[in-house]
Each structure stands twice: as C-alpha cells, then as structure tokens.
C-alpha cells in the first residue's frame, strides 16, 4: 500500500519499542463518548467492544491491521507507521456497508496532503459497519490510526482463515518488517 510513498518520502523516526496489549493497544473510547452528557454511548457500534479488547492484532506487509473479535468479527485500519508515512489526511473514501470483501480487495482510500492510497482488505467477509466519524474528522487516522480511526468493521467469513493465514503478521513481526523498509 505505501511501499513508492515510503521509498520516496525522508525517513520517519521511529519511537523506541514498547510492549502494548492489543486491549490498550485497540481504544474505542472516543466514538462512544457523548459529548453533550458525558455518558457512554450504550447504542453506540463499537460499544460492546470496549470491556472485550481484541482476540488478537494483525498486520499486513502493506501497513493495514486487523483487530478480531470473539463474535468472528474485525476492525480494519491503517497503522501508525502508515499513518506518519502519510502526513496530514484530508480525506478518508469508505466502503459500503453491505460489502462482500475478498482478501486483498481494496475497500477504501486514504488521501493526504502529501499522497493518496488505496487500503486493501486483509481478510474476506462482509463489511457490517464503517467509521462515518471518518468523514468529517479524517485526521482521526492520524492521532488514533489504531483506535478511533479504525476504517471498516468485516463480519468474516472463516475466522480460521485469520489465524492460520502466513500473510497475517505478529506486532512482533511487523516491528521487524520495519526495520527493513
């Protein structure tokens, strides 16, 4: 997804690793605050998800994560390394609600004062829900890529698919994708 914008772009400074649990690592804390009364948005998407964290992270070579769900459900985003590779975004093209996705299938854009990228889908399913908040606050994928800024939630078609895919990287194993890049 960012290979030419990264090859071309200065190099980031990366912070120094730290260990974060995908629990901490995957906040929804912002999307279901209401801003008028201060109260938890009980009707809110990803509400039911806040106590449970993920099942698990994953990452792509092509800089989305994946974060799955004991109800055999994702959240899909771009991560911070893509993020700071991007810059400022200024818009975010969603896909649709209803969408039958396939393992690589684009399912979205991501554009920024500096490019624009497509983001492919790392798993096959049916996309249940998107991040309208994405619509008029882009720059959500810049301060909480993986968090608030997540893109499209996929009910998936075969959860085993996730685990046993090779194409699915560990944290541990992005971290040392980076370092390559």
């Known amino acids: 997804m960012f290979k030419t914008l990264l090859r071309s772009s200065t190099p980031l400074i990366r912070?120094?690793?730290?260990?974060i649990t995908p629990i901490s690592y995957f906040s929804t804390s912002r999307v279901i605050a209401n801003s008028i009364s201060h109260k938890v948005n009980k009707d809110s998407h990803v509400y039911k998800y806040l106590n449970e964290g993920p099942k698990s992270v994953k990452y792509t070579s092509e800089h989305e994560w994946l974060a799955t769900f004991d109800d055999d459900t994702a959240f899909v985003g771009i991560t911070k390394y893509a993020s700071e590779a991007?810059?400022?975004v200024t818009f975010v093209e969603l896909p649709e609600v209803g969408d039958q996705v396939e393992v690589g299938d684009t399912i979205g854009s991501v554009e920024s004062v500096k490019s624009a990228s497509e983001i492919y889908s790392p798993v096959a399913g049916e996309v249940i829900n998107v991040n309208l908040n994405l619509e008029s606050e882009p720059a959500l994928i810049n301060t909480d890529p993986i968090g608030n800024g997540w893109i499209a939630h996929i009910k998936l078609n075969n959860v085993e698919d996730v685990e046993a895919s090779e194409e699915l990287l560990t944290e541990e194993q992005y971290e040392a994708s980076l370092e390559h890049e």
């Open 15 to 19: 912070a120094s690793k730290c260990s």
């Open 86 to 88: 991007l810059g400022d």
